[in-house]
């Protein structure tokens, strides 16, 4: 790889959601600001900018990174997969984790969703079934300022956890 320097743009060409898509990166700016500002794709959002609150989590190669900790000149090459992702995916429609967010009222200002949906696809396509303490550790990465998680947690039990998880989580309602 050449040289970075300061004062030039650099070209970054990543696969986004599945499709090639490129521009043009400071040597210092951010994934996050790259997928938003030079690409487009605002589904992402911007929270802390300190890898604290997990509002700008995207999948990397099928990992779950916070993008605002992250160079876009690192992704340089790579998959960047987005909350847009999700429902692309399947033909427009709504992945099953959206949908069971949607009938469990697990958002309120939908700041933190996007980074909320992020985390807990890479648990559904890992495969297996969660308990509501896995979800709960799983998700302690992202900050929720406004729902109290209950709900969040309900949404991700549904269509991540085991009968006897369900069982519980309805049974504590």
Known sequence: MPLLTRDKRHPVTITLNGEKVGGFADARTLLVDFIRHEIGATGTHVGCEHGICGACNVMLDGKVVRSCLMLAVQADGRRVDTVE???QAKGGALSPLQEAFHRNFALQCGFCTPGMLMTLTELERRGGS???E??????????CRCTGYTEIVRAALEVLGGAAAKRDMKEAV
């Open 130 to 132: 969660y308990t509501e």
């Open 85 to 87: 992702s999700l429902a």
């Open 134 to 143: 896995q979800i709960r550790e799983a998700l302690s990465g992202n900050i």
